[in-house]
């Protein structure tokens, strides 16, 4: 039977005198908490690096491949400002359109899909992609949907009598953008037109569904954007400020309100709009034409792609709208751009017939050799 010593058990000295005092007595016993707890009788059990760069410093200096990892030749990519003819969809495949065919790429097992091939003169202007479903607005006016699982035809939808430049989602309600500025809403769950919204004057080359689905930001030849909410045929909000056509949108992960524009080569301005007052907050020049914007979370960060004359991509911080790097560079104008699901690689397609690859985050090194070069036709 274990004896239980009760001396001094009424003893009126601190604690931490008595502690003291024992450990002084006994050498192999540590004031560590990682010693006490685990029992180690080794005075470093773990070590580290502390790093004592603030973390902006950091993210502000972070390398970026400037060199793409992948390039797939793309012949017969359409030279259009006004078009959106990549996709990259939840399900991590490219959708693409070349002269009258529209492909799939499957990123991961690499496979190159001839999914849809149009009549002379009848092509693709608009793809968009919610989950397996990939809406294709055609050139005639119609609107084509395709299960890209099973890369089968679904159905087909006229409600334009002009070109489908631009598409956005919006659960099952698909918004629709023509070249006469028409803005068309089909809910898929009864396919019926719901609404439309006619306010642009020229061709809607953006749409754009903000995160939250309460607004829907749309970007015309008439230098203009309109925000709309479903069930109003009247815009919220006109933005006027750019003065060239508007193309490049994309909504504030963080800061649900904002919405970011890009102006075409007349404008060369990115602008930061707060939906909920209907004003600019902010305005920055950029040096060349804006033809995409996408917001990146993780770091908050903006990636934009350029057309005359830089013809490249750039990483910037939001806070201070300070640019990271320049890469993405293409010998003619950057016009589609898409983000990887994960947001860590940036697709784009150029004028230059090359669909190119470009990491953007988790990687240390600062460029990559190009690891592959095949066609995609």
């Known amino acids: 039977m274990k004896t239980i010593n009760l001396d001094n058990i009424f003893s009126t000295e601190p604690r931490y005198k008595r502690l003291s005092r024992k450990n002084s007595q006994n050498k192999t016993v540590y004031n560590d908490r990682y010693t006490k707890k685990f029992g180690f009788m080794d005075k470093i059990i773990a070590s580290t690096q502390i790093i004592t760069e603030p973390r902006y410093k950091r993210l502000e200096t972070r390398k970026v491949d400037t060199s793409p990892f992948r390039i797939l030749d793309a012949p017969g990519v359409y030279d259009d400002y006004y078009l959106n003819i990549l996709d990259w969809s939840s399900n991590n495949y490219i959708s693409i359109c070349l002269a009258e065919e529209i492909y799939l790429y499957d990123v991961a097992n690499k496979d190159v899909i001839n999914l849809a091939t149009f009549k002379s003169g009848v092509y693709a202007s608009s793809l968009r992609s919610n989950g397996n479903v990939l809406a294709a607005g055609i050139s005639n006016g119609d609107i084509i949907f395709y299960d890209v699982e099973k890369c089968k035809l679904m159905g087909k939808r006229s409600f334009h009598q002009t070109r489908v430049t631009s598409l956005d989602w919006n659960g099952n309600v698909l918004s629709s953008g023509s070249r006469t500025g028409l803005i068309s ?65 994309d909504w504030c992960p963080w800061r649900v309100s904002i919405l970011a524009s890009g102006g075409g080569s007349k404008d060369k301005t990115v602008r930061f709009w707060d939906i909920e007052t209907g004003t600019c907050e902010s305005s920055v020049e950029m040096s060349s034409q804006v033809c995409g914007i996408h917001f990146l979370a993780r770091y908050k960060e903006m990636v934009t792609a350029h057309g005359y004359s830089e013809n490249d991509i750039c990483l910037w911080k939001v806070s201070n709208f300070k640019k990271i790097c320049s890469f993405g560079k293409h010998d003619n104008r950057v016009l589609y751009t898409v983000l990887s699901p994960d947001q860590t690689i940036v697709a784009s397609l150029a004028a230059d017939e090359n669909l190119k690859f470009w990491r953007i985050l988790d990687r240390t090194d600062v460029s990559t050799p190009i690891v592959e070069s095949v066609s995609i036709r």
């Open 185 to 249: 809403n089909i809910d898929l769950r009864d396919n019926k037109e719901i609404s439309k919204f006619k306010f642009h004057t020229q061709e809607v080359c953006g749409l754009k569904w903000s995160n939250s689905k309460r607004y829907l930001a749309s970007g015309a030849n008439d230098n203009c954007i309109n925000i709309w909410q479903l069930g109003s045929n009247s815009p919220r909000y006109t933005l006027n400020g750019h003065s060239s056509a508007v193309k490049a949108l």
